[in-house]
Protein backbone atom coordinates (compact mmCIF):
# COMPACT_ATOMS: atom_id res chain seq x y z
CA UNK A 1 0.00 0.00 0.00
CA UNK A 2 1.24 3.43 -1.04
CA UNK A 3 1.11 6.13 2.01
CA UNK A 4 1.63 9.85 1.75
CA UNK A 5 2.02 11.79 4.52
CA UNK A 6 1.95 15.61 2.62
CA UNK A 7 0.95 16.12 -0.57
CA UNK A 8 2.14 19.81 -2.21
CA UNK A 9 0.99 21.51 -5.53
CA UNK A 10 3.81 22.75 -7.02
CA UNK A 11 4.17 26.08 -7.71
CA UNK A 12 7.37 26.70 -9.11
CA UNK A 13 9.36 23.94 -11.30
CA UNK A 14 12.07 25.15 -8.85
CA UNK A 15 9.92 24.13 -5.30
CA UNK A 16 8.93 20.74 -7.00
CA UNK A 17 12.92 20.44 -8.16
CA UNK A 18 13.88 21.37 -4.52
CA UNK A 19 11.02 18.95 -2.57
CA UNK A 20 11.92 16.26 -5.51
CA UNK A 21 15.94 15.89 -3.63
CA UNK A 22 14.73 14.54 -0.44
CA UNK A 23 14.79 10.72 -1.32
CA UNK A 24 11.38 10.00 0.47
CA UNK A 25 9.23 12.42 -1.56
CA UNK A 26 7.91 11.66 -5.08
CA UNK A 27 7.03 13.06 -8.00
CA UNK A 28 3.13 11.81 -8.62
CA UNK A 29 3.15 12.07 -12.67
CA UNK A 30 -0.03 10.62 -13.94
CA UNK A 31 -0.03 7.90 -10.60
CA UNK A 32 -0.13 4.54 -12.42
CA UNK A 33 2.17 3.08 -10.87
CA UNK A 34 3.32 5.10 -7.88
CA UNK A 35 0.22 3.78 -6.52
CA UNK A 36 0.89 0.10 -7.42
CA UNK A 37 3.90 0.41 -5.01
CA UNK A 38 4.22 -0.89 -1.21
CA UNK A 39 6.24 2.72 0.16
CA UNK A 40 6.18 5.35 2.27
CA UNK A 41 5.68 8.78 0.27
CA UNK A 42 6.95 12.02 2.91
CA UNK A 43 5.97 14.44 0.12
CA UNK A 44 3.77 13.61 -2.65
CA UNK A 45 5.10 16.40 -5.61
CA UNK A 46 2.11 17.46 -7.52
CA UNK A 47 3.56 19.00 -11.01
CA UNK A 48 -0.41 19.91 -12.40
CA UNK A 49 0.26 23.58 -12.22
CA UNK A 50 3.69 23.88 -13.95
CA UNK A 51 2.25 24.57 -17.51
CA UNK A 52 3.72 21.01 -18.56
CA UNK A 53 0.69 19.57 -19.88
CA UNK A 54 1.08 20.88 -23.28
CA UNK A 55 2.50 20.43 -27.10
CA UNK A 56 3.84 22.70 -27.84
CA UNK A 57 5.34 23.46 -32.02
CA UNK A 58 7.61 25.86 -32.88
CA UNK A 59 9.14 26.22 -36.14
CA UNK A 60 11.56 23.21 -36.06
CA UNK A 61 10.04 20.98 -32.90
CA UNK A 62 7.74 19.85 -31.42
CA UNK A 63 7.89 20.91 -27.31
CA UNK A 64 6.02 17.75 -25.32
CA UNK A 65 5.22 18.67 -21.68
CA UNK A 66 6.53 16.01 -19.04
CA UNK A 67 2.39 16.33 -17.84
CA UNK A 68 1.02 15.21 -21.43
CA UNK A 69 -0.95 12.59 -21.08
CA UNK A 70 -0.77 9.31 -23.53
CA UNK A 71 -3.93 9.80 -24.73
CA UNK A 72 -3.10 13.61 -26.14
CA UNK A 73 0.07 12.14 -27.99
CA UNK A 74 -2.51 9.27 -29.52
CA UNK A 75 -4.53 12.47 -30.62
CA UNK A 76 -2.19 14.93 -31.94
CA UNK A 77 -2.27 14.75 -35.39
CA UNK A 78 0.72 17.16 -36.21
CA UNK A 79 3.07 15.09 -34.22
CA UNK A 80 1.92 11.72 -36.01
CA UNK A 81 2.10 13.46 -39.22
CA UNK A 82 5.23 13.43 -38.63
CA UNK A 83 5.99 10.07 -37.26
CA UNK A 84 3.72 8.42 -39.84
CA UNK A 85 0.65 7.14 -37.18
CA UNK A 86 4.09 5.42 -35.07
CA UNK A 87 3.00 7.54 -31.71
CA UNK A 88 -0.65 7.05 -31.90
CA UNK A 89 0.45 3.03 -32.24
CA UNK A 90 2.32 3.09 -29.66
CA UNK A 91 0.01 4.28 -27.17
CA UNK A 92 -2.99 2.78 -28.48
CA UNK A 93 -3.15 -0.47 -27.04
CA UNK A 94 -2.60 0.99 -23.73
CA UNK A 95 -5.06 -0.59 -21.03
CA UNK A 96 -8.18 2.03 -22.51
CA UNK A 97 -8.75 5.18 -22.92
CA UNK A 98 -9.39 6.16 -19.48
CA UNK A 99 -5.70 5.28 -18.35
CA UNK A 100 -4.06 6.49 -21.04
CA UNK A 101 -6.28 9.97 -20.45
CA UNK A 102 -4.48 9.76 -17.05
CA UNK A 103 -0.86 8.21 -17.50
CA UNK A 104 1.88 11.05 -18.34
CA UNK A 105 4.65 11.03 -20.77
CA UNK A 106 7.13 12.37 -17.94
CA UNK A 107 5.93 9.04 -16.08
CA UNK A 108 6.92 6.64 -18.78
CA UNK A 109 10.07 9.00 -19.80
CA UNK A 110 11.53 9.28 -16.67
CA UNK A 111 10.93 5.51 -15.05
CA UNK A 112 12.42 4.04 -18.50
CA UNK A 113 10.50 1.10 -17.66
CA UNK A 114 11.59 -2.41 -19.07
CA UNK A 115 7.98 -2.70 -20.51
CA UNK A 116 7.82 0.74 -22.11
CA UNK A 117 5.88 1.35 -25.92
CA UNK A 118 6.68 5.15 -25.34
CA UNK A 119 10.30 4.80 -24.50
CA UNK A 120 10.73 2.66 -27.09
CA UNK A 121 8.96 5.18 -30.15
CA UNK A 122 10.56 8.04 -28.87
CA UNK A 123 14.07 6.43 -28.71
CA UNK A 124 13.24 5.67 -32.67
CA UNK A 125 12.49 9.26 -33.14
CA UNK A 126 15.92 10.64 -31.76
CA UNK A 127 14.21 12.36 -29.27
CA UNK A 128 15.51 14.89 -26.66
CA UNK A 129 14.77 15.23 -23.18
CA UNK A 130 14.36 18.65 -20.96
CA UNK A 131 16.27 17.94 -17.51
CA UNK A 132 15.78 20.93 -15.07
CA UNK A 133 19.50 20.33 -13.51
CA UNK A 134 20.96 18.07 -16.68
CA UNK A 135 19.85 19.94 -19.11
CA UNK A 136 18.97 19.05 -22.50
CA UNK A 137 20.63 15.69 -23.80
CA UNK A 138 19.12 12.97 -25.99
CA UNK A 139 16.98 10.56 -24.88
CA UNK A 140 19.08 8.11 -25.93
CA UNK A 141 22.12 8.84 -23.35
CA UNK A 142 19.52 9.66 -21.00
CA UNK A 143 17.80 5.91 -21.34
CA UNK A 144 21.43 4.85 -20.62
CA UNK A 145 21.92 7.26 -17.06
CA UNK A 146 20.75 5.74 -13.67
CA UNK A 147 18.36 7.25 -11.75
CA UNK A 148 18.31 10.16 -9.87
CA UNK A 149 16.25 13.26 -8.52
CA UNK A 150 16.53 15.52 -11.40
CA UNK A 151 13.20 16.64 -12.61
CA UNK A 152 11.89 15.98 -16.68
CA UNK A 153 10.57 19.16 -18.48
CA UNK A 154 9.87 18.07 -22.10
CA UNK A 155 10.33 15.83 -24.58
CA UNK A 156 12.03 17.34 -27.38
CA UNK A 157 11.50 15.80 -31.51
CA UNK A 158 12.79 17.62 -34.11
CA UNK A 159 10.86 17.89 -37.71
CA UNK A 160 12.73 16.28 -40.10
CA UNK A 161 12.08 14.26 -42.97
CA UNK A 162 11.80 10.83 -41.17
CA UNK A 163 9.81 7.30 -42.23
CA UNK A 164 9.05 5.59 -38.58
CA UNK A 165 7.45 2.11 -38.28
CA UNK A 166 5.75 0.82 -34.75
CA UNK A 167 5.62 -2.71 -33.70
CA UNK A 168 5.09 -4.62 -30.84
CA UNK A 169 3.55 -8.10 -29.79
CA UNK A 170 1.26 -9.01 -27.17
CA UNK A 171 -0.26 -11.97 -25.52
CA UNK A 172 -3.23 -10.29 -25.67
CA UNK A 173 -4.46 -6.92 -26.38
CA UNK A 174 -4.15 -3.89 -23.80
CA UNK A 175 -1.35 -6.51 -22.26
CA UNK A 176 2.02 -5.42 -21.24
CA UNK A 177 3.93 -5.57 -24.63
CA UNK A 178 6.16 -8.85 -25.27
CA UNK A 179 8.61 -6.93 -26.98
CA UNK A 180 8.03 -3.84 -29.14
CA UNK A 181 9.46 -2.41 -32.05
CA UNK A 182 10.67 0.66 -34.08
CA UNK A 183 12.59 1.50 -36.69
CA UNK A 184 13.00 5.71 -38.27
CA UNK A 185 14.87 6.09 -41.35
CA UNK A 186 15.78 9.71 -41.45
CA UNK A 187 18.55 11.26 -43.68
CA UNK A 188 19.35 7.62 -45.20
CA UNK A 189 20.13 6.72 -42.32
CA UNK A 190 18.54 4.12 -39.91
CA UNK A 191 17.72 3.45 -36.19
CA UNK A 192 16.20 0.32 -34.39
CA UNK A 193 14.95 0.36 -31.47
CA UNK A 194 14.28 -2.96 -29.18
CA UNK A 195 11.94 -2.78 -26.61
CA UNK A 196 10.11 -4.48 -23.46
CA UNK A 197 12.79 -7.42 -23.96
CA UNK A 198 12.45 -7.03 -20.96
CA UNK A 199 14.69 -4.75 -19.94
CA UNK A 200 15.05 -0.95 -21.32
CA UNK A 201 14.52 -0.51 -24.86
CA UNK A 202 17.88 0.00 -26.72
CA UNK A 203 18.90 1.68 -30.14
CA UNK A 204 21.08 -0.46 -32.67
CA UNK A 205 21.96 0.52 -36.30
CA UNK A 206 23.25 -0.41 -39.74
CA UNK A 207 26.84 -1.16 -38.80
CA UNK A 208 27.06 -3.44 -41.78
CA UNK A 209 25.54 -1.90 -44.36
CA UNK A 210 23.18 -4.12 -44.62
CA UNK A 211 20.57 -1.75 -46.37
CA UNK A 212 23.11 0.35 -48.16
CA UNK A 213 21.17 -0.91 -51.50
CA UNK A 214 17.33 -0.56 -50.24
CA UNK A 215 15.23 -2.41 -48.18
CA UNK A 216 14.04 -5.94 -50.06
CA UNK A 217 12.96 -9.17 -48.42
CA UNK A 218 16.47 -10.39 -48.35
CA UNK A 219 18.22 -7.28 -46.94
CA UNK A 220 15.28 -7.14 -44.19
CA UNK A 221 15.30 -10.76 -43.39
CA UNK A 222 19.41 -10.19 -43.18
CA UNK A 223 18.79 -6.95 -40.69
CA UNK A 224 16.21 -8.90 -38.85
CA UNK A 225 19.01 -11.70 -37.79
CA UNK A 226 21.75 -9.25 -37.60
CA UNK A 227 19.42 -7.36 -34.75
CA UNK A 228 18.30 -10.95 -33.16
CA UNK A 229 22.13 -11.39 -33.08
CA UNK A 230 23.18 -8.70 -31.55
CA UNK A 231 19.62 -8.14 -28.82
CA UNK A 232 20.22 -9.07 -24.90
CA UNK A 233 16.74 -9.73 -23.82
CA UNK A 234 15.50 -11.62 -20.87
CA UNK A 235 12.98 -14.17 -19.62
CA UNK A 236 9.71 -13.03 -17.56
CA UNK A 237 6.01 -14.05 -17.47
CA UNK A 238 5.12 -13.03 -20.75
CA UNK A 239 8.27 -14.79 -22.71
CA UNK A 240 11.21 -16.55 -22.75
CA UNK A 241 14.72 -14.91 -23.11
CA UNK A 242 14.53 -17.05 -26.84
CA UNK A 243 11.24 -16.53 -28.28
CA UNK A 244 12.22 -12.46 -27.60
CA UNK A 245 15.39 -12.74 -29.48
CA UNK A 246 13.05 -14.78 -32.05
CA UNK A 247 10.62 -11.71 -31.98
CA UNK A 248 13.33 -8.85 -32.34
CA UNK A 249 14.05 -10.50 -35.44
CA UNK A 250 10.82 -11.08 -36.78
CA UNK A 251 9.44 -7.40 -35.80
CA UNK A 252 12.49 -5.89 -37.62
CA UNK A 253 12.03 -6.99 -40.61
CA UNK A 254 7.99 -6.44 -40.72
CA UNK A 255 9.04 -3.08 -40.16
CA UNK A 256 11.36 -2.44 -42.88
CA UNK A 257 8.67 -4.04 -45.36
CA UNK A 258 6.07 -1.74 -44.19
CA UNK A 259 8.37 1.21 -44.25
CA UNK A 260 9.47 0.22 -47.85
CA UNK A 261 5.76 0.55 -48.41
CA UNK A 262 6.07 4.01 -47.11
Request: some cysteine; charged content about 25%; hydrophobic content about 40%.
Amino acid sequence: MLTISQYVRAESIQQAYELNQKRSNAVLGGMHWLKLQKRNVGTAIDLSDLGLDTIEETEDSFLIGAMVTLRQLELQRELNDISNNALSESVRQIVGVQFRNMATVGGSIFGRYGFSDVLTVFLALDAQVELYNRGVISLEEFSKLPYDRDLLLNLIVKKVNRKTVYLSQRNTKTDFPVLTCAVCKTDGKYRFVIGARPKRAVCFYDELGILENGITEASAAELGNYISSQVETGSNMRGSEEYRRILAGVLTKRALLQMKEM
